[in-house]
């Protein structure tokens, strides 16, 4: 939460942490349009080059990895622009294609057939409704809890024994990863994020018709707030705040998802280079303790470095980079796992030929609930009874 | 073509999560039949809609009179997709179905056929009915395409009527035609082959 630990924080500081806030996410939004477009460009030149100097399927994936950013990119900016409520939306779409995905894979039996509608039909909708309300008690139980007790129970009920316990299983580990786990991610948003301590609010009071001012043209929300107060600094403050909160949650967001695509790039790319020990041969060949130990420091220094976006201190962000990345790692080898048992290479692979939605966000679903937890517990203003 | 047609095709498409692939094949509007392996009702429904739309205009599955006209929304459903509705109860009464699909078609039009007749029980596919053997005799010049339809039965299996939206997947291989000479039993059994072997392709 340390806002004037560097230079251009501590100039933007003048016109309040509200704006401040939206202004280095907008930063790290466009440095990461500007790699995207770079990253066009190097597809379409390492397309051209000649099979000897470039391989074919190295070029293909990297194409892919790229379209498959520019859609997340877009996801995100579309669930911004618009607004918390259509990110949760956007993600809950997401979760929707994935299930499908997971459920597509595995499977079924004819017993199972009522309580899949339920759980593509009800659950998952409900599940991202409470996410969108914010109501953190419910959401947390609903799946976990309630949905996991009804699925055995509806099977049992449906009559058919025959492998009974797998086929529980197989829908709530798709239910619990591919939903509960995912929707952590938009519910990063819905957090009230602690105001930062060391920019006090006599600093803030005499700017306020700067901010003000500034706010106005930009949300008409907030300046109509900021406008009220007649200088009382805690008053004053508190409008502040309020803008910093979301702005702050957006840009969290985007700097988890950012990180965990990086760990994925430089998991691959530490072990493509200097990968020799695979970890566990039969569930990935190409996981190696190279790439997961070059992945995770390189990670943790390019989030610690992006940590001006954040509310982290540089250790704090170093520390949590560290996590994710590993988290990351553990959601790529259990997704893995599991699609080896199916005896299949991707997830898309059953469909359209390339990597699906889940070979995508599995990392992501893995990480997604730690960072949640880490930033509620430590950096969040947890409300009375939450 | 009505206007219900695209909208149809596209939820059909949209529900079924229903994927196309053309195996050592490619889609056409010359005249073809195509048959495939029944295992759900929305078999005649998702495999009409995943064809091209050029292609789908000129396309009729030929579906079960007793199902499809049972509500109006069904009748209306079945005009919508253009269904050639077959009375499964009476086939050989009157008249023979293999003619009245003809007449149907003229000379411009495809089919969509299950030869199978009902859909299965069990996962195994089934005998296939002697319908494409006389489709075949009938009009040689016709293509006939296999089409292998997989998943669509956990999509809406048999006494469901809540589809559960998975993902499916249909895949179209390449032609075969009735060799002179070549008897009914042997017919049908190479045509089930290679609805078969499109499984694994």
């Given at each position: 939460?340390d806002?004037?630990?560097?230079?251009?924080a501590g100039?933007?500081?003048?016109?309040?942490p509200?704006?401040l806030?939206?202004?280095r996410?907008?930063?790290?939004?466009?440095?990461?349009?500007?790699?995207?477009?770079v990253?066009?460009?190097?597809?379409r030149?390492?397309?051209?080059?000649?099979?000897?100097?470039?391989?074919?399927?190295?070029v293909?994936?990297?194409?892919?990895?790229?379209?498959?950013?520019?859609l997340?990119?877009?996801?995100l900016?579309?669930?911004?622009?618009?607004?918390?409520?259509?990110t949760v939306?956007?993600?809950?779409l997401?979760?929707?294609?994935?299930?499908?995905?997971?459920i597509?894979?595995?499977?079924?039996r004819?017993?199972?057939?009522?309580?899949?509608?339920?759980?593509?039909v009800i659950v998952?909708?409900?599940h991202?409704?409470f996410?969108g309300?914010?109501?953190?008690g419910?959401?947390?139980?609903?799946?976990?809890?309630?949905?996991l007790?009804?699925?055995?129970?509806?099977?049992?009920i449906?009559?058919?024994?025959?492998?009974?316990l797998?086929?529980?299983?197989?829908i709530?580990?798709?239910?619990?990863?591919?939903?509960?786990?995912?929707?952590?991610?938009?519910?990063?948003?819905?957090?009230?994020l602690k105001?930062s301590?060391?920019?006090p609010?006599?600093?803030?009071?005499?700017?306020t018709?700067?901010?003000?001012?500034?706010?106005?043209?930009?949300?008409?929300?907030?300046?109509?707030?900021?406008?009220?107060?007649?200088?009382?600094?805690?008053?004053?403050?508190?409008?502040?705040?309020?803008?910093?909160?979301?702005?702050?949650?957006?840009?969290?967001?985007?700097?988890?998802?950012l990180?965990?695509q990086?760990?994925?790039?430089?998991?691959?790319?530490?072990?493509?280079?200097?990968?020799?020990?695979?970890?566990?041969?039969?569930?990935?060949?190409?996981?190696t303790?190279?790439?997961?130990?070059?992945?995770?420091?390189?990670t943790?220094?390019v989030g610690?470095?992006?940590?001006?976006?954040?509310p982290?201190?540089?250790?704090?962000?170093a520390c949590?980079?560290?996590?994710?990345?590993?988290m990351?790692?553990?959601?790529?080898m259990?997704?893995?796992?599991?699609?080896?048992?199916r005896g299949?290479?991707?997830?898309?692979?059953?469909?359209s030929?390339?990597?699906?939605?889940?070979?995508?966000?599995?990392?992501?679903?893995?990480?997604?609930?730690?960072?949640?937890?880490?930033?509620?517990?430590?950096?969040?203003e947890?409300?009375?009874?939450? | 073509?009505?206007?219900?047609?695209?909208?149809?095709?596209?939820?059909?498409?949209?529900?079924?999560?229903?994927?196309?692939r053309?195996?050592?094949?490619q889609?056409?509007?010359?005249?073809?039949?195509?048959?495939a392996n029944?295992?759900?009702h929305?078999?005649?429904?998702?495999?009409w809609?995943s064809?091209?739309?050029?292609?789908?205009?000129?396309?009729?599955?030929?579906?079960?009179?007793?199902?499809?006209?049972k509500?109006?929304?069904?009748?209306?459903?079945?005009?919508?997709?253009g269904?050639?509705?077959?009375?499964r109860?009476?086939?050989?009464?009157?008249?023979?179905?293999?003619?009245?699909?003809?007449?149907?078609i003229?000379?411009?039009q495809?089919?969509?056929?299950?030869?199978?007749?009902?859909?299965?029980?069990?996962?195994?596919?089934?005998?296939?009915?002697s319908?494409?053997?006389?489709?075949?005799?009938?009009?040689?010049?016709?293509?006939?395409?296999?089409?292998?339809?997989d998943?669509?039965?956990?999509v809406?299996?048999?006494?469901?009527?809540?589809?559960?939206p998975?993902?499916s997947?249909i895949?179209?291989?390449?032609?075969i035609?009735?060799?002179?000479?070549?008897?009914?039993?042997?017919f049908?059994?190479r045509?089930?082959?290679?609805?078969?072997?499109?499984?694994?392709?």
């Open positions: 939460m806002w004037s630990s560097n230079g251009a100039l933007l500081g003048q016109i309040g509200g704006y806030q939206d202004q996410t907008n930063i790290l939004l466009g440095t990461v349009l500007i790699v995207l477009i990253a066009v460009i190097v597809g030149l390492l397309r051209r080059q000649p099979e000897s100097t470039a391989s074919p399927a190295v293909h994936t990297f194409n892919n990895r790229v379209g498959a950013w520019w997340m990119y877009a996801v900016i579309a669930g911004f622009l618009v607004g918390y409520g259509m939306t956007l993600f809950g997401v979760s929707f294609w994935a299930l499908r995905e997971f597509t894979m595995t499977p079924t004819r017993g199972d057939h009522r309580i899949l509608f339920w759980t593509f998952t909708p409900a991202y409704v996410v309300l914010g109501w953190y419910l959401y947390t139980v609903l799946i976990p809890v309630y949905a007790l009804l699925i055995p129970a509806r099977i049992a449906s009559g058919d024994p025959k492998r009974f797998e086929r529980v299983a197989k709530q580990a798709g239910l619990l990863i591919c939903v509960y786990a995912l929707s952590h991610a938009p519910a990063l948003l819905h957090l009230k105001p301590t060391t920019s609010p006599a600093v803030v009071a005499p700017v018709p700067v901010a003000a001012g500034t706010a106005n043209a930009a949300t008409p929300v907030v300046g109509a707030v900021a406008e009220t107060p007649t200088v009382g600094p805690a008053r004053a403050a508190a409008p502040a705040t309020q803008a910093q909160r979301f702005g702050s949650s957006a840009g969290l967001l985007f700097y988890f998802i990180i965990v990086l760990n994925d790039v430089f998991q691959y790319a530490w072990g493509h280079l200097f990968g020799k020990n695979v970890i566990a041969p039969q569930i990935n060949a190409s996981r303790w190279e790439g997961f130990i070059g992945g995770v420091l390189s943790m220094l610690t470095l992006l940590c001006w976006a954040t982290f201190k540089l250790w704090e962000a949590i980079a560290g996590i994710v990345a590993m990351g790692f553990a959601g790529s259990t997704m893995s796992g599991i699609k080896r048992d299949v290479k991707d997830y898309g692979t059953l469909v030929g390339h990597a699906g939605v889940l070979d995508r966000i599995d990392s992501i679903c893995f990480a997604a609930p730690v960072f949640f937890h880490i930033v509620r517990y430590f950096f969040a947890i409300p009375a009874g939450g | 073509m009505n206007l219900t047609a695209p909208v149809l095709a596209f939820l059909a498409k949209l529900l079924s999560g229903a994927t196309v053309w195996h050592e094949c889609p056409d509007t010359c005249q073809r039949v195509y048959f029944h295992t759900s929305l078999d005649a429904l998702v495999l809609a064809l091209p739309g050029p292609i789908r205009d000129l396309t009729r599955p030929v579906a079960a009179k007793d199902y499809w006209s509500d109006a929304i069904r009748r209306y459903m079945a005009r919508s997709f269904a050639i509705l077959i009375d109860e009476e086939i050989k009464v009157h008249q023979s179905p293999v003619d009245a699909m003809l007449r149907e003229g000379s411009t495809s089919l969509i056929v299950f030869p199978e007749g009902r859909r299965n029980v069990d996962e195994e596919m089934q005998d296939f009915k319908g494409l053997y006389y489709l075949s005799k009938k009009r040689p010049d016709l293509e006939l395409m296999p089409v292998y339809i998943n669509l039965n956990r809406l299996p048999r006494g469901e009527f809540l589809p559960v998975l993902l997947c895949t179209v291989g390449s032609p035609w009735l060799e002179p000479g070549e008897n009914k039993n042997d049908l059994k045509a089930r082959q290679a609805v078969l072997r499109l499984k694994d392709v």
